[in-house]
């Protein structure tokens, strides 16, 4: 497991991020116990229970904070940490026993591929998917700031983006396991684009998938404005999201310090806690800041290989190989 000692790793040196393999699938190695993910995918959903899932940095935060805004009708939220560790917990960190006490409906959130995503035809799917550029760069940033990760070049993490070896594995993989499933009763597929162009839509949307007193509920104008309001970028940012300065401890012991980090905000932090930049910028089209002209051309000969014959293929378009580098 990473310490709190960070490594900086420069071009020409191996470049890798500490992982796992569990049942086929890439794990970060940071603070997570192989036997609380196993069980986690030998979970038997109830028929009420919601899952969002994304590969990381599609939006995942955003969509728990416009879930949890639909269901309590636009009230004032929570911190990040009481959401991603209490509310609509992160189950990969906190194991099943973090929905045991959670009122039902009850909302968790994975990052798995469907195939090892605990599933239930009675249960409630929303996957959201985010253009592959902008979600490479999201990712290489949340792992810059992550405690004890090694601080890579960019083009060092490029590669291990491309080849799957970053945490929950390869991105088309996880995103061509849902999107056979995109036409499923149970399943809502949104685009993180989608979201971004039209919130008020998709939050219409998410409500009618949970249940048609939601949908009711969103009618509301006041309701309508406060969803948008509490799930804003810039709100969710002022709230923060603070890590612990230093993180040494493993297995159960990490289960139960993530118990103490669920129940961080603002105004609790102390000198244990540091706020880190978890919401970054949000912004659809980042990537060209990052990619260079040949790195373009890398991953667009990687997309069409990888959506070859999947039915995806016109989904994204290869970029056009212009870059502000």
Partial sequence: MAGSKEETCKDGDEAKYPIINIRGLNFPAFFLVPEVVEAVMDYKPTEDDIFIVTYPKCGTTWTQYLVWEIMHKGAYPPSPNQIMFQHIPFLEFTGIDAIKKLPKPRVMKTHLTFH????????????????????????????????GMPQLEFDQYFKLFLKGEVGWGDFFDHVLSWYQHRNDPNVLFLTYEGMKKNTKQVIQEIAKFLGESYYQDVQNEEIMENCIKHS????????????????????????????????????????????????????????????????????NAHLINKLKGTGMENFWDPVEEETSL
């Fill in 116 to 147: 090892l995503q605990p599933y239930s035809p009675s249960a409630k799917y929303i996957y959201i998917v985010r253009n592959p550029w902008d979600c490479c760069v999201s990712y290489y940033h949340h792992h810059q700031m992550e405690p």
């Fill in 232 to 299: 804003n970028f810039k709100f969710l940012k002022s709230l923060g999201m603070f890590f612990p300065t230093n993180i040494t401890v493993q297995g159960v012991e990490a289960v139960e310090s993530i118990k103490q980090i669920g129940e961080v905000d603002r105004s609790t932090a102390d000198e244990n806690y540091k706020e880190v930049g978890f919401f970054r910028k949000g912004e659809v089209g980042d990537w060209k800041n990052h990619f260079s002209q040949d790195q373009i051309k890398i991953f």
